[in-house]
């Protein structure tokens, strides 16, 4: 669990916790990127180039963090499902071959050979490597910003189209914020109690949650009629927690049960995206989903559960 008042980071706290974010936040920035790229009609190549140079240069950063990780990050990280799931290889594998775009699978490969490590003490060079690794990762995930506000624009103005939704082009945007903030805070030392800000944490993915079901239930095949009325059902669920745990902030909920609601809720929805992505690399599920996003958003729900497991004992 993550704890302290105002203290500083230790090195030891500082390069983990630094690995683990980006082992998770900067593979869902290449897949955005992915998603981005793919999503773009023939008259925004340039777009469309820009977005494959993003996806490889986090394919870089992802590659250098897999080769520090070993025997520094937690186990409670590595076995959450959020770094890769049982999917992943081949979900990249399919994804691959549907687009033509060359996704390197070596990198999940050494993702899953990771060890786990408890290390209380790091080299200064380490401590450095990271320090540097993660002043990149800021000007990558801002630059990657920008791109999305631009596509964003563009598409409300009607001066683009992709076959992106807007409200996902602004989701995964919140989601970059995100990581950026949280890669800000570690570079500041800044040791954060998680626990101290978990209604905040609710409150965002609840609502990343409730897109997700929402998304799915969009891109279905109107044939798909139980896939799309369970979704609509965990979008419903999803927005009522958003609304709780926005309640709970102004004192007006108890927190603790908005964070066991929300654990049950996640679960619930955990075990329906993993089911659907087996469905999808089965061939047994009617979409116009791509593999990998079945699989990216299963890996940021078990991110979730992670963090609400560990609010609940706090």
Same mark, same amino acid.
């Given at each position: 669990m993550l704890s302290g008042k105002n203290t500083m980071l230790s090195g030891a706290d500082f390069v983990r916790r630094s690995l683990e974010l980006h082992l998770f936040f900067a593979r869902i920035m290449k897949e955005h990127s992915f998603f981005l790229q793919v999503g773009f009609t023939p008259k925004d190549v340039v777009f469309a180039q820009q977005a494959d140079r993003f996806r490889m240069d986090f394919d870089r950063l992802l590659s250098e963090v897999a080769a520090l990780s070993n025997g520094v990050v937690s186990r409670d990280v590595l076995g959450s499902g959020e770094v890769v799931t049982p999917y992943t290889l081949r979900a990249? #594998?399919?994804? #691959?071959?549907?687009? =033509?775009? $060359? /996704?390197? &699978?070596?990198? &999940?490969?050494?993702?899953?050979?990771? #060890?786990?490590?408890?290390? &209380?003490?790091? #080299?200064?060079m380490l401590e450095r490597s990271v320090y540097m690794l993660n002043m990149r990762a800021m000007n990558l995930v801002d630059g990657l910003i920008r791109f999305k506000a @631009? /596509?964003?624009?563009?598409?409300l103005s009607c001066k683009m189209f992709t076959v992106n939704y807007p409200l996902l082009i602004d989701h995964i945007m919140r989601e970059a @914020?995100?990581?950026? =903030?949280?890669? @800000? $805070?570690?570079?500041? $030392?800044?040791? /954060?109690?998680? *626990? %101290?800000?978990?209604? +905040?944490?609710?409150?965002?993915?609840?609502?990343?949650?409730?897109?997700?079901?929402k998304f799915i239930r =969009?891109?279905?095949?109107?044939? +798909? *009629?139980?896939? /799309?009325?369970?979704? *609509?059902?965990? =979008?419903k669920e999803f927005d009522k927690l958003t609304d709780e745990a926005k309640a709970a902030l102004e004192k007006s909920i108890k927190p603790a %049960?908005?964070?066991?609601?929300?654990?049950?809720? &996640?679960?619930?929805? @955990?075990?329906? %995206?993993?089911?659907g992505t087996q469905g999808l690399l089965e061939c047994k599920i009617r979409s116009i989903i791509i593999p990998l996003l079945g699989d990216h958003v299963l890996r940021e729900a078990n991110h979730y559960? $992670?963090?609400l497991k560990m609010f609940g004992q706090g």
């Amino acid at each position: 669990m993550l704890s302290g008042k105002n203290t500083m980071l230790s090195g030891a706290d500082f390069v983990r916790r630094s690995l683990e974010l980006h082992l998770f936040f900067a593979r869902i920035m290449k897949e955005h990127s992915f998603f981005l790229q793919v999503g773009f009609t023939p008259k925004d190549v340039v777009f469309a180039q820009q977005a494959d140079r993003f996806r490889m240069d986090f394919d870089r950063l992802l590659s250098e963090v897999a080769a520090l990780s070993n025997g520094v990050v937690s186990r409670d990280v590595l076995g959450s499902g959020e770094v890769v799931t049982p999917y992943t290889l081949r979900a990249e #594998s399919v994804s #691959s071959f549907f687009t =033509g775009v $060359r /996704i390197p &699978t070596g990198i &999940t490969q050494a993702e899953t050979a990771l #060890s786990p490590g408890d290390a &209380t003490v790091v #080299s200064p060079m380490l401590e450095r490597s990271v320090y540097m690794l993660n002043m990149r990762a800021m000007n990558l995930v801002d630059g990657l910003i920008r791109f999305k506000a @631009r /596509i964003l624009s563009d598409v409300l103005s009607c001066k683009m189209f992709t076959v992106n939704y807007p409200l996902l082009i602004d989701h995964i945007m919140r989601e970059a @914020r995100l990581y950026l =903030g949280l890669i @800000r $805070r570690l570079q500041n $030392r800044e040791n /954060i109690d998680i *626990n %101290k800000e978990a209604l +905040e944490q609710e409150s965002f993915w609840n609502r990343i949650m409730a897109e997700h079901a929402k998304f799915i239930r =969009g891109l279905l095949d109107p044939t +798909e *009629n139980d896939l /799309i009325e369970a979704a *609509n059902n965990f =979008g419903k669920e999803f927005d009522k927690l958003t609304d709780e745990a926005k309640a709970a902030l102004e004192k007006s909920i108890k927190p603790a %049960k908005v964070t066991a609601d929300s654990l049950k809720a &996640t679960q619930a929805i @955990r075990d329906f %995206k993993a089911q659907g992505t087996q469905g999808l690399l089965e061939c047994k599920i009617r979409s116009i989903i791509i593999p990998l996003l079945g699989d990216h958003v299963l890996r940021e729900a078990n991110h979730y559960l $992670r963090l609400l497991k560990m609010f609940g004992q706090g």
